[in-house]
């Protein structure tokens, strides 16, 4: 089950929030890790993005917070994906879903849904909560966006990972973009939604 973090925010008081989700691990990517512990509150509050918990049901609805795992996270807002100048104009007709030009001009700039952590706690057995499945989730809270207010694609940074780029492949991305992120080269990647 996903659990909002805007809902837990409104209904526990800091401390009992804070070491609930301090109990998440990413021994993978520590920056993912150090965002829901120390970055995600601020953002909720803030609007800049929403977070969601991947909690079991059975589990949240019977026991105290203080026991229940976080399997994993998602972390959604909205971003602007910039168009490479190299880029053809059938491809941003694709994207634009109409005709790639605005006044005559190449259409640059598309808005995005972000999904800007995507992740599974480490010490949860990947068979118990797969990356397919955390995508689903993420795409899930997206389509709801997208029947209230429209957009066409969802958009992830990933680093230059062979592994990392191959599994947002594997689940429908395709690559768009390479571009620098303090100091490291991070990948975009997009997927239509509708």
């Known amino acids: 089950m ?10 526990m008081e800091d401390s009992k929030l804070c070491s609930f989700l301090s109990s998440f691990s990413c021994k993978q990517d520590l920056d993912i890790e150090h965002f829901l512990h ?12 929403r977070t969601y ?11 105290d917070i203080s026991e229940v795992t976080v399997y994993g996270y998602i972390s959604l807002g909205l971003k602007i994906l910039t168009i490479p100048e190299g880029l053809s104009n059938n491809y941003r007709k694709k994207i634009d879903g ?14 995005c849904y972000l999904i800007g952590q995507l992740s599974r706690n480490s010490n949860v057995n990947p068979s118990d909560l797969k990356g397919s499945q955390i995508i689903d989730l993420a795409q899930s809270v997206i389509s709801m966006a997208v029947n209230a207010v429209g957009g066409r694609y ?20 395709e690559e768009i973009a390479s571009v620098p992120d303090n100091g490291h080269d991070m990948v975009q990647m997009i997927k239509r939604i509708c």
């Open 2 to 11: 996903l659990v909002s973090l805007k809902t837990l925010i409104a209904r």
């Open 38 to 49: 120390n970055r995600a509150v601020e953002f909720e509050n803030l609007a800049k993005s």
């Open 53 to 63: 918990l991947i909690c079991d049901e059975k589990e949240f609805q019977e026991k």
């Open 98 to 111: 109409f005709s790639g030009k605005i006044h005559g001009k190449p259409i640059s700039d598309f808005p």
């Open 154 to 173: 969802m958009l992830i940074e990933c680093r230059n990972n062979k592994k990392l780029i191959k599994f947002y492949s594997d689940n429908g991305f």
